[in-house]
């Protein structure tokens, strides 16, 4: 059974997602602030973390870098918080999501079975994945239907590809891709992704794998 801890000052949110994720088979815990939620960490050893970031003694973000310290369990944000740099600061912390309350729970259990799935897979790394009407062969690095890539295209997909309906932000994409000299050179980001578009989805117009989270960054949606 998947083990989740929630981090949130308020009683009532505590109380639904106690009730909702225990109602889909999830063993949880909560915690009302960010040093409990530290301690649970340590003792309980969950499988995935749902963290508020307007806590009551430590900040959310301080909160996000205290366990990554020393663990790589998966990290939703859950804030009221709508700033875009905010949500960055977050996932640059080590983050992997982001959802903006009020929150519907649908989308909250949609978000938490694809973490789980990615690290699932992640002990794995997949050779091939599949994209739309595509198959892309990463070790290879070719793709079906003779759909060619530049190196920039290829390095900048292949992280969204490996971190499968993780939120990747900005901030990581382009110093990743480009170096940190490059961290406001957003338009690169727009460029690139539009070009990955033409290539690979259907209608780029209105792109199903290859998402953007207006303000925060990048994420690949598999089938």
């Known amino acids: 059974m998947t083990r989740v801890l929630v981090v949130d000052d308020e009683p009532q949110i505590l109380r ?10 999830y063993e949880v815990a909560v915690a009302p602030d960010g040093a409990s939620a530290l ?16 806590l009551p003694d430590l900040d959310g973000v301080e909160v996000i870098q ?3 310290g020393w663990t790589k369990v998966p990290i939703i944000v859950l804030s009221g918080r709508t700033d875009s740099m905010d949500k960055v600061d977050a996932l640059d912390a080590g983050a992997d999501d982001y959802v903006t309350k009020p929150f519907g729970i649908d989308e909250l259990l949609a978000r938490i079975r694809a973490v789980t ?11 091939t994945v599949r994209l739309g009407d595509h198959v892309i062969d990463l070790a290879g690095k070719t ?16 992280i969204l590809l490996r971190n499968p309906g993780k939120l990747i932000s900005q901030r990581q994409l382009l110093t990743e891709v480009w170096g940190v000299s490059y961290l406001k050179e957003t338009h690169y980001l727009r460029q690139y992704m539009a070009q ?5 989805e259907r209608d780029p117009a209105h792109p199903v ?13 598999p089938s």
């Not at 639904?16 to 088979?25: P, Q, S, T």
């Not at 793709?143 to 292949?158: M, Q, Y």
């Open 16 to 25: 639904a997602l106690r009730i909702n994720l225990a109602a889909r088979h």
């Open 39 to 54: 301690r649970q960490a340590a003792d309980w050893h969950p499988d995935l973390v749902v963290l508020d970031l307007g």
């Open 66 to 68: 205290g366990l990554r």
């Open 117 to 127: 799935r990615r690290t699932n897979q992640h002990e794995e790394e997949p050779a």
């Open 143 to 158: 793709i079906s239907g003779g759909v060619r890539l530049t190196p920039t295209e290829w390095h900048f997909l292949e």
């Open 196 to 200: 990955l578009r033409r290539k690979l």
């Open 209 to 221: 794998h290859l998402l953007t989270e207006p303000g925060m960054g990048y994420r690949f949606q």
